[in-house]
Structures are given as structure tokens and as C-alpha cells.
Nanobody
Framework: QAQLVESGGGLVQPGGSLRLSCAAPGRTLRLFVMGWFRQAPGKEREFVAAITASGSRTYYGDFAKGRFTISRDNAKNTVALQMNNLKVEDTAVYYC??????????????????WGQGTQVTVSS
């Protein structure tokens, strides 16, 4: 049973934007580091972005820098990923994940112990 629930995926043209959201019914997200990963067909899961429990620091994969923004609203128990200037190569299933707040390995998927089922993002003209 998925502990996290993603939403906001869909079909968008190149250059467009999408905002993904991650909710955690019954789980207090402010206690955890939160990350976004993606996986395209035939490829390994890839780190997209992470945000510390307090929200004071963010980390991005190289491809995401300058285009994607991760944020969190601990009062609403949600995490978001704003994606701008989307490219065809951004097409993938995007996953939200939570991990221990004390970790320093934000880009390592093995650190994260709760995952959502993913939301499909398709960038195509």
C-alpha cells in the first residue's frame, strides 16, 4: 500500500509547465526529507530533487537545475515539484519519496523508505 500519493502529471507540449504534488495521508511529512525521482522506459530510476525536513535546503539533479523547483508546505503536509520549460526527455513516471531527516545522501534512492505509486509525465508535441 502506497504511503504517498502523487498527482498533477499529464501530457504537456515542449516548453510547457506542470506542477506535481505529493500528499501523505496519515504520515507527518515535516519529519522527513522528501525527494522526487523519475523513471523513463528502459532507464534506471533517476534523482530529480530533494528538500530537507525543515525546507531550508534543496538539491537538484543537473538536468533539473534552473527548470524545476521543489517545495514543501508542512502545514498542509504536502510537497510539490514545479517543472518549467519541459523537454521531451523529461517524459517519465515521477515518484515522490520520503526518507530519514538526518540523511546526507539525498540523491540515493536507497535512502528513501516510503514511495508513492508514481504519476506519468509526458512531454510531446
Amino acid at each position: 500500500q502506497a504511503q504517498l500519493v502523487e498527482s498533477g502529471g499529464g501530457l504537456v507540449q515542449p516548453g510547457g509547465s506542470l506542477r506535481l504534488s505529493c500528499a501523505a495521508p496519515g504520515r507527518t511529512l515535516r519529519l522527513f526529507v522528501m525527494g522526487w525521482f523519475r523513471q523513463a522506459p528502459g532507464k534506471e530510476r533517476e534523482f530529480v530533487a530533494a528538500i530537507t525536513a525543515s525546507g531550508s535546503r534543496t538539491y537538484y539533479g543537473d538536468f533539473a537545475k534552473g527548470r524545476f523547483t521543489i517545495s514543501r508546505d508542512n502545514a498542509k503536509n504536502t510537497v510539490a515539484l514545479q517543472m518549467n520549460n519541459l523537454k521531451v526527455e523529461d517524459t517519465a513516471v515521477y515518484y515522490c519519496a520520503s526518507g530519514p531527516a538526518a540523511t546526507d545522501y539525498y540523491s540515493d534512492s536507497d535512502v528513501y523508505d516510503y514511495w508513492g505509486q508514481g504519476t506519468q509525465v509526458t512531454v510531446s508535441s
